[in-house]
């Protein structure tokens, strides 16, 4: 069964950094297509960053485009969210996410079947 954890949310100062890890169980890592999404309340799902399917590129969300950085480690079965240069902003859970073995997702969009329960980030001072 295909699971995603995500952890690594918090409380951080407007500037500061988070690292969000999503440990991966269930699938092999390295042939899925992770990403990253955020949602505050009230506002849709966004995506902030992912991996294509095919050439494993990245893609970033202009909001965060310099700021973010997506990586992942397939030992370790692991996506990580480098987060810099944080902007106050409304809480906000972040999930990850994973498309089904097969189904080609690209800039965050396409059908995304697998999420982790989300973690909370709050950049505030």
């Known amino acids: 069964q295909l699971q995603l954890v995500e952890s690594g949310g918090g409380l951080v100062q407007p500037g500061g950094s988070l690292r969000l890890s999503c440990a991966a169980s269930g699938f092999t890592l390295a042939y899925h297509a992770i990403g990253w999404f955020r949602q505050v309340p009230g506002k849709e799902r966004e995506g902030v960053s992912c991996?294509?399917?095919?050439?494993?590129?990245?893609y970033y969300a202009d909001s965060v485009k310099g700021r973010f950085t997506i990586s992942r480690d397939n030992v370790k079965k692991t996506v990580y969210l480098q987060m810099n240069s944080l902007k106050p902003e409304h809480p906000a859970v972040y999930y990850c996410?994973?498309?089904?073995?097969?189904?080609?997702?690209?800039?965050?969009?396409?059908?995304?079947?697998?999420w982790g329960q989300g973690t909370q980030v709050t950049v505030s001072s």
């Open positions: 991996f294509n399917s095919g050439d494993g590129s990245t």
């Open positions: 996410a994973a498309p089904l073995f097969g189904v080609r997702v690209q800039g965050c969009r396409g059908r995304y079947d697998s």
